[in-house]
């Protein structure tokens, strides 16, 4: 330093204060950008959907990145106009997400909402959509609700087919025998309490023996998955049709009257008679013997319609087999 130079002025307590407080702003605004940026990128890593509505004004004021790859819409046309949303759930849902939405204004939380979409792609998907209140209404300010919707499509196709595997018969894929009479309970004491028709129906395919024997089991099986077919196809919709043993198969008719009951009995037969199997250039039919009974005020549970029936089918092979006889 030469001798005309002089040092800088100290400085003042204020002046020290105010750069002291410029630094620290300037690193808080450097922390503040980092969160900001560790954010977003959290928010466009993640395959959730948050968002944020006004309900009194009904329109979304926030949507994370999330909406454009789950419903594979514009999240910019969904800011302009809620019904951008409304318009993506399935129609046989929009009723139910709806009123569950509407929910959380008694609640405050709504946590099983549950509905599908329809993808501006044309693929269907499963929503969980939460949503909570997160402000209440207050003089000037609206009320706001938060969500968080998720695509939950695998784990429904999981749920779906786990429910396959535990209620239907592997090789003919009807009912499996506890399915189908969990499913019959219900259907008895419902029809016990309105005293409605109902009518039980049990077949067992003749001569099933001599069938593996000449023409083996696998043939066998090919039986089996045809009866099946066609009891799917000469049932009405809502009756139960079950395979409940190796060669026996059951139905029950809700809401059925006893001479209704036989008439898809025997189409069921006729359905059945024809069917032609061919293996090793010889072809051969099957035939069934069936037992037929209906409700009556005597009846107290399932079990003995059930008897009845049993009774009735084993008459029918007595009787001749390939026939229907009624008890």
């Not at 130079?5 to 950008?33: D, I, K, M, N, W």
């Not at 999330?66 to 594979?72: N, T």
């Not at 039980?200 to 696998?218: A, E, M, P, S, W």
Request: glycine fraction near 6%; hydrophobic fraction near 40%.
């Amino acid at each position: 330093m030469d001798e005309h130079s002089h040092p800088p002025p100290p400085l003042t307590p204020e002046l020290e204060e105010l750069t002291l407080a410029l630094l620290h702003s300037r690193g808080e605004v450097e922390r503040l950008r980092e969160r900001e940026h560790l954010f977003s990128s959290l928010l466009d890593s993640v395959n959730t959907v948050l968002w944020a509505f006004d309900w009194d004004a009904q329109r979304i004021i926030y949507v994370s990145p999330a909406y454009e790859r789950v419903f594979g819409r514009n999240a910019g046309l969904l800011m302009a106009d809620y019904g951008e949303w409304l318009n993506s759930i399935y129609p046989d849902d929009v009723e139910h997400a709806a009123a569950s939405f509407a929910e959380v204004l008694v609640k405050g939380a709504v946590e099983d909402r549950e509905y599908r979409i329809l993808r501006a792609d044309g693929q269907l998907r499963w929503l969980s959509d939460k949503c909570f209140i997160s402000r209440q209404a207050e003089a000037g300010k609206p009320l706001i609700v938060v969500g968080i919707a998720e695509d939950i499509t695998d784990k429904k196709h999981l749920e779906g087919e786990l429910h396959r595997l535990a209620t239907t018969d592997v090789l003919t894929q009807s009912s499996n025998r506890r399915y189908f009479f969990e499913c019959a309970h219900t259907e008895f004491q419902q029809a016990t309490q309105e005293e409605a028709p109902l009518a039980f129906l049990l077949l067992d395919v003749d001569n099933f023996k001599h069938i593996n024997d000449t023409y083996g089991h696998q043939m066998g099986d090919v039986v089996l998955q045809r009866i099946a077919q066609c009891g799917s196809a000469a049932l009405r919709r809502g009756d139960l049709f079950g395979r409940i043993g190796g060669e026996e198969f059951a139905a029950l008719f809700p809401c059925c009257t006893e001479e209704l009951a036989l008439q898809i009995a025997e189409r069921l037969q006729r359905e059945i008679q024809r069917l032609v199997f061919s293996c090793n250039g010889t072809t051969f039919g099957v035939t069934v013997s069936q037992g037929l009974t209906s409700l009556t005020r005597a009846d107290v549970t399932l079990d003995t319609l059930f008897a009845r029936a049993d009774a009735a089918m084993y008459d029918a092979k007595r009787q001749g087999k390939n026939r229907i006889i009624r008890a």
